[in-house]
């Protein structure tokens, strides 16, 4: 069984705190992501990795950064947390190519006070 | 105007009937297409892969029509713990490694 783990489920910071949000997945997927959920908003794509040190931008990455220094690890990193980056962040990842299944994580609600 | 769109419901069936959602797509390049269900609090999950020739999955049977770009999801015979949000998820194109999310249409199975 693929299994995606996030290194929270609840974290409340305050604005201008440095904020780490860690996912690991087990199956040796290439492929990682961060989205944050947001009510009548849906999925938005922040960032991506399809490599160990690769990344690139999703929808909106601004305000964030990402890390991926292990294939089975993606860090999204809040440099400078915000109140309007109080979200649902889940990660996910996939093998191959788009036409495979992508697995998340059970997500992170994060509050920025 | 939103890569994927849908309408969010909610939609509210009785046991046992059936129940269809649509959802239009822009990027008439898309390759890849799924249905995902997300209960609430929790994490998405794929219902189902949609192809072009139409397929089936016990109550569930997902449609696809490239020349006007959307996608559709029929469930027959409603349970209850069909109640849930399903996700309509495309991927933008060949280049593009990331999937494209809806905002999801919310399903209430009434007793």
């Known amino acids: 069984d693929v299994k995606v783990t996030q290194s929270s489920r609840y974290l409340v910071k305050r604005t201008g705190e440095k904020v780490f949000l860690e996912c690991v997945q087990d199956?040796?997927?290439?492929?990682m992501f961060w989205y944050r959920q947001d009510p009548g908003l849906g999925l938005r794509l922040i960032y991506f990795?399809?490599?160990?040190?690769?990344?690139e931008k999703g929808d909106i990455p601004e305000g964030y950064s990402v890390s991926r220094e292990k294939k089975e690890r993606f860090s999204l990193i809040l440099e400078s947390a915000s109140t309007n980056q109080t979200s649902m962040y889940l990660c996910?990842?996939?093998?191959?190519?788009?036409?495979?299944?992508?697995?998340f994580g059970p997500g992170t609600r994060l509050t920025v006070t | 105007r939103k890569e994927v769109e849908q309408d969010p419901g909610p939609f509210n069936v009785p046991e046992g009937a059936t129940v269809a959602f649509n959802c239009t797509y822009s990027?008439?390049?898309?390759?890849?297409f799924f249905w995902y269900r997300q209960d609430c609090r929790k994490e998405p999950k794929l219902l189902m892969s949609?192809?072009?020739s139409g397929n089936e999955d016990g109550r569930f049977t997902a449609q696809l029509n490239r020349a006007s770009q959307y996608i559709s999801l029929l469930i027959r015979d409603s349970k209850l713990s069909d109640s849930a949000t399903y996700l309509c998820?495309?991927?933008?194109?060949?280049?593009?490694?990331?999937?494209?999310f809806g905002s999801g249409t919310r399903l209430q199975v009434q007793p």
């Open positions: 996910a990842s996939r093998t191959g190519t788009a036409s495979y299944e992508q697995y």
């Open positions: 199956m040796d997927h290439e492929n």
């Open positions: 990795s399809y490599d160990v040190k690769m990344k």
């Open positions: 990027n008439s390049a898309s390759q890849s």
């Open positions: 949609v192809y072009s």
């Open positions: 998820v495309v991927n933008g194109d060949t280049g593009r490694r990331a999937l494209t």
